[in-house]
C-alpha cells in the first residue's frame, strides 16, 4: 500500500471538484480580484485625491509605491509560503492588505498616503503569488485547466469594472471609499480561507539559514528596475545620471544575487527550476505576455479617445472586444487541455494570434473605425488567451510540489516586470514619436512635458491642431504596436522549444479510495 500526499493530488482522479474546494477557489478569485481591481479604480479617483490632499508633484508615487512593493514581495511570498505552509501565509498577506486599504483611506497628506500604499502593495504580492501557489496545491494540472476561464473572467472584470467602479465610487461616495471598498470583500475571502480552506502544516527544517541577503539582493535588483522603467523618459531623461546610476546598480545586484543563489543552503529562489526548459520558456514567455498586454492597456484607450472620439468615460469598455475574445479562447483551452492533457500546440497558436494582433493594430491610422479596431484587438485578445494562463499551467507543472510557491512567484514577477518593461518602452516610443509628429505639424508647444491631451483640452483645439494631433496619435499607436509586435515574434519562436510533458493527474493510474473529508486536504490511499 503506498501513500500519496495532499501536496500531489491522486493522479488519474475522474470526479468533479468536491464543494468546499470550489468554495475556496470562490474566495480565492476575490482576493485575485482584490489585488488586481486595486490600481484600476484608484487611477480614476486620482484627480480627486490630489484636489483634497494636494502634493501634485508626489502624484505618480501613489501608483508607483505600489508596485514597487508589490513587484519587490512577490518572490519573497512565494518562499515563504513554501517554507512555511501556504495557508498561513496567504491570510497574511490579506490581512496586510487590508490595514494597508484602511490606512490609505484615513491618509491625511500625500505622504501618508504613499507609504499606506507601499503597505498595501506588499499585501498584494502575496495575493497574486498566494491565489495561483495553493490553486496549484489543490488541483493537479489536468484539472486545473477547468479553472482557466474563471481567472481570465477575474482579469477582464477587473479592466473592464475598474474604472467604472472607481468612478462611480469616487462621485458618489468619495475618494477615501475606493480604499474601503476593499475592506468588506477582503472580510469575506479571510473568512471564507480561514473556515474551508485545510492544507497540510509544514515545519521548516531545524538549522537551515533563511537567505536574507539573497532576499534583500533580489528586492534591491527588482526596485532598481521598476524605477527605471517607472522614471525612464518621465521624471528624468534616459541617458541621466539617475537612470543610468539605477541601471547599473540593479544589474549588480542581480547578478551578486545569481551567486549568493548558488551558494545559499536554502536559496530565496532555488536556481534549479531553471533547469526545466519548460518552466524557462514559459517565464520568458510570461514576460513578454505581459510586456503586451499592459502596453496595450494603456495606448489603446489613448488612440480609442483621441483618434476616434471615444468617451474617457466608460474607458473599460473600449477594450472589450480584447478581454472577451480572451476570455473564451482562455475558457476553451483550459477544457481542451482538461480532456486531453495536451497544451503544446496553445504557446505556438497564442504567439502567432498575438503577433498578428499587434502588427494589425500597427496599422490603425485617422480613419481606421471602431468595428475594425475592435476586430483587430479580438485578434490580440485571442493570443493572449492562449496564452495568459497556460503558462502558470505549465510552469507550475515543470517543478516539484516543495517549489510550488517559488515557481508560481517566480512566473508571476516575470509577467510584472514584463510589464514595466512594455510600458515604459512603448511609452517612451509613443511619446517620441508623437511630440516629433507635432514639432513638424507646428504644434509642439501643445506636447511639451506630455504626449496625451485629455478631452477637455483637446475639444479646445482649433480644428487644424486638432488634426495634427490626431495624426500624431495615430503615428505614435503605429510605432509602440510595431515594437510590440517584434518582441511578440520571440515568444512566438520560444513556444517552440515547449516540451509535451504529461501533465500531473493526467496518468492512467488506478482511481484512488480517499479518505472521508475534504478531498485534496487528507491523505489518499492508492491499493
Known sequence: MTKQTTAEPARGEPEPQPRSVRVVLLALMIAM?????????????????VGELGGLEHLSWVVTAYTLATAASTPLWGKVGDMFGRKGVFLTSIV???IGSALSGMAQDMGQLIGFRTIQGLGA??????VMAIIGDLIPPRERGKYQGMMAGVMALAM?????????ITDHWGWRWSFYINLPLGAVALAMVTTVLHLPKKRRATGTPIDFLGAALLTVGITAIVLVTTWGGTEYAWGSATIVGLAVGGAAALAAFLYVETRASDPIMPLHIFRSRNFTVMSLIGFITGFVMFGAVLYLPIFQQSVQGASATNSGLLLLPMLIAMMIVSLLVGRFTTSTGKYRIFPIVGGALM????FLLAQMDTGTSRLTSGVYMAVLGAGMG???QITMLVAQNSVEMKDMGVASSSTTLFRTLGSSFGVA???????SRVQDEMAARGGSGLTEGTAQLDAASLAKLPEALREAYQHAVASGTHSAFLVAAAVSVLGFVLAFLV???ALRGAGPTPAPKTVTGDDHTKVAETV
Open 499 to 501: 516540451k509535451e510533458v
Open 160 to 168: 473592464i469594472g475598474g474604472p467604472l467602479v472607481g468612478g462611480t
Open 125 to 130: 504580492g502575496g495575493l497574486m503569488v498566494g
Open 96 to 98: 496586510i492588505f487590508l
Open 355 to 358: 503577433t498578428a494582433g499587434l
Open 425 to 431: 518602452i512603448m511609452g517612451a516610443l509613443f511619446t
Open 33 to 49: 480580484l482584490l489585488a488586481m481591481l486595486d490600481n484600476m479604480i484608484i487611477g480614476t479617483a486620482m484627480p480627486t485625491i
Open 386 to 388: 492562449f496564452l495568459m
